[in-house]
């Protein structure tokens, strides 16, 4: 069996801000999304935050309109800010905080280049998981969708199992599932809360499959905080992934206890193996595949971009890992530029950036079960 995981950046419709010719470009909008995102959760809004809010709808050109060129104000009910109709007076806020208006700031998609999408099909296709964690997907049909018809159209065998629970990002980026064996049941954590309030931005899905011989394989498809867009520093980025790894370190733990002994936890952790936010899970059993003896990791370490840095994972139950007999990480979707210090073997047609399956690398353990 190969289980994998892999941080497909959606399937069909992407952010049209990812969509520019290089990331630089789009990096200063995110990061501006994602600070407004946070501010416009807080309750009340201080005079700081008002401040703050009118510098960075300004920054993402919708400061005297609802519609930008990569965001949308999307109002439901009651008012964010007032707009003068004299446009020498200032655009003032006049929510009070988040609950006196409801709304958010959308970021704009358009459809992913159709050379990117065959990419990402041949990633899965070369990859031949037969469990696969996949992250930021749009939604469950079209998961199913790209299966059926683009991992078929590169010469890939479509999944018989998938499955997709939305989760908590307003921007439809979620946790699914690709399987061929049987899901016997599916528990998303979206609602789980401790003190502080929902954990997941996303979800921490569990999924249980029936792999045979009477036993159970339990997965733990997460994609947590962002580290890359938050405010400087990541300070609540990275108090939002420690929370969120404590969460899946005691469902982990409640599933060994219940006798659960094949458990994975994959996906996009968005930190470093060595981070304060990720050391609940360093603390538990789990171990990372990355560690096995046999594992290939290629000519760079990390799994994001060229970088050096791990942010996707495979962590397995002790008896998990004591089954593996290798694995690694496969870079051929991901766009290495000019890259001329430890470059990586990428499809002949990736030729532009834009082309790229995806900016992560697909991680994947070979598991003899």
Same mark, same amino acid.
Not at 16 to 35: C, F, I, R
Not at 122 to 131: E, F
Not at 304 to 320: H, T, V
């Given at each position: 069996?190969?289980?994998?995981?892999?941080?497909?950046?959606?399937?069909?419709?992407?952010?049209?801000?990812?969509?520019?010719?290089?990331?630089?470009? %789009?990096?200063?909008?995110?990061?501006?999304?994602?600070?407004?995102?946070?501010?416009?959760?807080?309750?009340?809004?201080? *005079?700081?935050?008002?401040? &703050?809010?009118?510098?960075?709808?300004?920054?993402?050109?919708?400061?005297?309109?609802?519609?930008?060129?990569?965001?949308?104000?999307?109002?439901?009910?009651?008012?964010?800010?007032? &707009?003068?109709?004299?446009?020498?007076?200032?655009?003032?806020?006049?929510?009070?905080?988040?609950?006196?208006?409801?709304?958010?700031?959308?970021?704009?998609?358009?459809?992913?280049?159709?050379?990117?999408?065959?990419?990402?099909?041949?990633?899965?296709?070369?990859?031949?998981?037969?469990?696969?964690?996949?992250?930021? *997907?749009?939604?469950?049909?079209?998961?199913?969708?790209?299966?059926?018809?683009?991992?078929?159209?590169?010469?890939?065998?479509?999944?018989?199992?998938?499955?997709?629970?939305?989760?908590?990002? &307003?921007?439809?980026?979620?946790?699914?599932?690709?399987?061929?064996?049987?899901?016997? *049941?599916?528990?998303?954590?979206?609602?789980?809360?401790?003190?502080?309030?929902?954990?997941?931005?996303?979800?921490?899905?569990?999924?249980?499959?029936?792999?045979?011989?009477?036993?159970?394989?339990?997965?733990?498809?997460?994609?947590?905080?962002?580290?890359?867009?938050?405010?400087?520093?990541?300070?609540?980025?990275?108090?939002?992934?420690?929370?969120?790894?404590?969460?899946?370190?005691?469902?982990?733990?409640?599933?060994?206890?219940?006798?659960?002994?094949?458990?994975?936890?994959?996906?996009?952790?968005?930190?470093?193996?060595?981070?304060?936010?990720?050391?609940?899970?360093?603390?538990?059993?789990?171990?990372?595949?990355?560690?096995?003896?046999?594992?290939?990791?290629?000519?760079?370490? %990390?799994?994001?971009?060229?970088?050096?840095?791990?942010?996707?994972?495979?962590?397995?139950?002790?008896?998990?890992?004591?089954?593996?007999?290798? %694995?690694?990480?496969?870079?051929?979707?991901?766009?290495?530029?000019?890259?001329?210090?430890?470059?990586?073997?990428?499809?002949?047609?990736?030729?532009?950036?834009?082309?790229?399956?995806?900016?992560?690398?697909?991680?994947?353990?070979?598991?003899?079960?």
């Amino acid at each position: 069996m190969i289980i994998g995981a892999f941080n497909v950046e959606n399937l069909f419709d992407r952010a049209k801000v990812l969509n520019q010719e290089t990331w630089e470009q %789009g990096a200063p909008v995110l990061a501006a999304h994602a600070e407004l995102s946070e501010l416009l959760e807080r309750d009340p809004y201080s *005079a700081d935050d008002k401040r &703050r809010i009118l510098e960075l709808l300004e920054l993402l050109g919708i400061l005297w309109q609802d519609e930008g060129d990569f965001v949308w104000l999307r109002r439901i009910r009651g008012p964010l800010v007032r &707009r003068p109709r004299d446009r020498t007076k200032p655009v003032e806020v006049v929510a009070t905080g988040r609950t006196s208006w409801i709304g958010w700031v959308d970021l704009k998609t358009e459809h992913v280049d159709a050379l990117a999408m065959e990419h990402t099909a041949m990633v899965m296709r070369d990859v031949a998981a037969d469990v696969l964690g996949v992250v930021e *997907a749009e939604a469950r049909p079209v998961l199913d969708m790209f299966t059926a018809a683009m991992l078929k159209k590169v010469g890939g065998t479509p999944y018989e199992q998938v499955m997709l629970v939305d989760g908590n990002d &307003r921007r439809g980026i979620d946790v699914g599932l690709l399987s061929r064996y049987p899901i016997a *049941a599916v528990r998303p954590h979206i609602y789980d809360a401790d003190d502080v309030g929902t954990v997941f931005s996303r979800d921490c899905c569990e999924y249980h499959l029936d792999v045979g011989g009477g036993r159970t394989l339990v997965v733990l498809v997460n994609h947590l905080k962002s580290k890359g867009y938050g405010s400087p520093g990541d300070p609540t980025g990275a108090k939002r992934r420690r929370r969120q790894a404590a969460r899946i370190a005691a469902i982990y733990d409640e599933l060994i206890t219940a006798g659960h002994a094949l458990v994975a936890v994959v996906g996009d952790l968005n930190d470093t193996p060595d981070s304060h936010a990720l050391q609940p899970l360093r603390e538990t059993t789990l171990e990372d595949i990355s560690k096995h003896p046999q594992f290939d990791p290629g000519p760079r370490t %990390g799994t994001f971009r060229g970088e050096k840095n791990q942010i996707d994972y495979l962590l397995l139950s002790p008896d998990l890992f004591a089954r593996a007999t290798g %694995g690694g990480i496969f870079r051929k979707g991901v766009w290495r530029g000019d890259r001329t210090r430890n470059p990586w073997e990428i499809y002949p047609t990736l030729t532009e950036e834009r082309h790229a399956a995806s900016d992560h690398a697909a991680i994947w353990a070979e598991i003899d079960l």
